[in-house]
Nanobody, 119 residues
Framework: QVRLVESGGGLVQPGGSLRLSCAAS????????MGWYRQAPGKEREMVAI???????SYADSVKGRFTISRDNAKKMVYLQMGSLKAEDTAVYFC?????????????WGQGTQVTVSS
């Protein structure tokens, strides 16, 4: 069983910064890639940033230049450093992991962490 747990959400003022963390736990899995998605009220979940096992990254256009995704393979963690935050970044942020588990590719989601950008 693979479990993803996010931390680091909260309330921040416009222009501020916040760092999200996601820890993957369990046994018998190999991480292929991990990422962050977000869902604002009344909107569909959208990809924010993805990082492959080899370190290749991809970002949504709306966050390029402001957010940075990184990972620590040894600790099985992924991070999202968010800067120059805007009100429109307010959403629940979900950690996502695509793993090999017993030879099968499976997708896992964390429970989500709320990020609110407001003065």
């Amino acid at each position: 069983q693979v479990r993803l747990v996010e931390s680091g959400g909260g309330l921040v003022q416009p222009g501020g910064s916040l760092r999200l963390s996601c820890a993957a736990s369990g046994s018998g899995f190999e991480i292929r890639y991990m990422g962050w998605y977000r869902q604002a009220p009344g909107k569909e979940r959208e990809m924010v940033a993805i990082i492959t096992n080899g370190g290749t990254t991809s970002y949504a256009d709306s966050v390029k230049g402001r957010f940075t995704i990184s990972r620590d393979n040894a600790k099985k963690m992924v991070y999202l450093q968010m800067g120059s935050l805007k009100a429109e970044d307010t959403a629940v942020y979900f950690c996502n992991g695509v793993m090999f588990v017993s030879g099968i590719i499976r997708t896992y989601w964390g429970q989500g962490t709320q990020v609110t950008v407001s003065s």
